[in-house]
Structures are given as structure tokens and as C-alpha cells.
């Protein structure tokens, strides 16, 4: 068991320029898929993840936590 496909969030604040990054990742093997880990933690934004079994944590909504204004989200 490996670490097969991983996920990079990039939360960007457009109103007061806070950002931070965090990554998922996918454990299993050619054969065999396994689960994601649990959504990165972000000290900055409070996030709201949805699980998705197949594509992993996607973000439903971030907020900044110094501001309040909604976060941009990235992914690579
Ligand atoms: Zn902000």
C-alpha cells in the first residue's frame, strides 16, 4: 500500500490576502483503491469538506478566519 493520488488545496483570502495549502492523499495500490486520509487541516479558514469516495475531499465552502470573507479555492 502506497500513497497513489493526492489532492493540493490552495485557499486564498481576495479580502485581507491570507492563504494556505494543504494536501489529501489517496492510500492503496494499482489493483486495490484504497481510502483518503482525512482533509488537511487549515489554521487559517474554517473549511467545510465533502467526502466524495471516488475524487476525495473536495471544499464546500471556506471562510477566513481573520475577516470572514469566503476564501477562493485552488486544486492541483
Ligand atoms: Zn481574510
Known sequence: MGIIDSTD???TCPNC???ESGRAVQY???WSHGGW???PD???F???WQEDKSYGPLVRAA???KC???ASVGTM
Open 46 to 48: 474554517v473549511v467545510q
Open 37 to 39: 486520509s482525512n482533509p
Open 28 to 30: 492503496g495500490s494499482s
Open 42 to 44: 487549515f489554521k487559517k
Open 17 to 19: 490576502g491570507e492563504a
Open 9 to 11: 488545496f490552495t485557499l
Open 68 to 70: 470572514g470573507a469566503a
Open 63 to 65: 471562510t477566513c478566519q
